[in-house]
């Protein structure tokens, strides 16, 4: 008889079935997941939702750093002998995610080679896009910025199917990201509007012509532009 071919491996049917160390946790919107200086002893996965990490300054300035969304790892720091958590992280929507102890990640990290290679893939990526973000913020202009920040967010060039229907988030929170003004950001997010780009009517929904402002410098772009940055 013809054996019977494995289910393609997927993390989140995998991390279902770990033994031990693991807990499912369901957030409220605006929920702290865990808190800058807090001990940093596991790694997180969302299955459901949306959480921003957030780091604040002596001053108490506060920067958004990074945006997850299903599927995603975070607090992997403690995997680097990190011992405090260097940011906040906290919910965005109604999120759903899974707490695996330090001991038990690094456990199925050393006992399961294809999860061991998907997470570093991970890892890689989210290094990859650090470095892109850097490169971002020197050369590009706020509005390129955010346009690919919203770009990212609806999965515009990932593996993943895109979703451009992103959830409600708010300017102050996207200006935080691409290190720029409210206003400049609503100037913007108008602009895109009105160029057909997006919908900005509660929801946010992204149009992949979004990547003209990315990819291209056309006089209808850069009309309004803002070429002192």
């Known amino acids: 008889m013809k054996a019977k071919s494995k289910p393609p491996f997927t993390v989140a049917t995998f991390l279902a079935t770990v033994d031990g160390g693991r807990t499912v946790s369901t957030y ?3 929920k702290r997941v865990f808190l800058q200086g807090d001990p940093a002893d596991s790694v997180f996965y969302i299955q459901e939702g949306q959480v921003k990490v957030c780091v604040v300054s002596e001053h108490g300035k506060e920067a958004v750093v990074a945006i997850h969304a299903k599927g995603d790892f975070f607090g992997e720091g403690c995997l680097t002998a ?3 958590r260097l ?3 906290e919910t ?6 899974m707490r695996l102890d ?3 990640i690094v456990r199925v990290l050393h006992d399961e080679p294809k999860f061991s290679e ?3 893939s991970y890892l890689l990526a989210r290094n990859a ?3 892109e973000d850097l490169v971002d913020q020197l050369f590009n202009s706020s509005e390129k910025r955010l346009a690919r920040l919203l770009l990212l967010m609806a999965n515009f060039g990932k593996e993943a199917k895109p979703e451009p229907v992103i959830a409600k988030i708010s300017q102050e929170t996207l200006a935080e990201m691409v290190g720029t003004t409210r206003s400049r950001v609503s100037g913007f997010m108008n602009k895109f509007r009105k160029l057909g780009f997006i919908d900005y009517n509660g929801h946010l929904e992204v149009h992949n012509s979004l990547l003209n402002v990315v990819l291209h410098d056309t006089p209808e772009i850069r009309r309004g532009a803002d070429s002192g940055e």
């Open 118 to 120: 998907v997470f570093m």
């Open 82 to 84: 990190q011992p405090r």
């Open 92 to 97: 965005m929507t109604e999120s759903r995610i």
């Open 129 to 131: 896009r650090v470095e």
């Open 87 to 89: 940011a906040t992280a």
């Open 28 to 30: 409220q919107k605006n």
């Open 102 to 104: 330090k001991a038990a």
